[in-house]
């Protein structure tokens, strides 16, 4: 990919939920919720504070993360579908 986000904003990919439930219901694509799970595709330089010292991300490139379920701005780049968001919109990082 040749995108790289701006300041404080990161890339992310969603990750697709499963399609059945642990009892075994099968989830049709019309009942899905959009996952608000994702992986860090990129990341941008960092914020700026109040004396102009660059501030770095704490995420970084493969990181899983949770979001918001409106959180972000979906793009399609190089075919994929991506959303793109400020790091304040993640929520925390999947260990």
Do not use: C, Y
Request: aromatic share 4%; glycine share 12%.
């Amino acid at each position: 990919m040749k995108f790289r986000p701006l300041h404080d904003r990161v890339v992310v990919k969603r990750i697709d939920s499963e399609e059945k439930t642990k009892g075994g219901i099968i989830i049709p694509d019309t009942a899905k919720e959009k996952p608000q799970e994702g992986e860090i595709i990129a990341v941008g330089s960092g914020a700026r504070d109040e004396n102009g010292k660059l501030v770095p991300l704490d995420v970084k490139k493969g990181d899983r993360v949770l979001f918001g379920k409106w959180s972000g701005t979906e793009v399609k780049i190089d075919g994929q579908e991506l959303l793109i968001m400020k790091e304040s919109d993640i929520m925390g990082v999947i260990a």
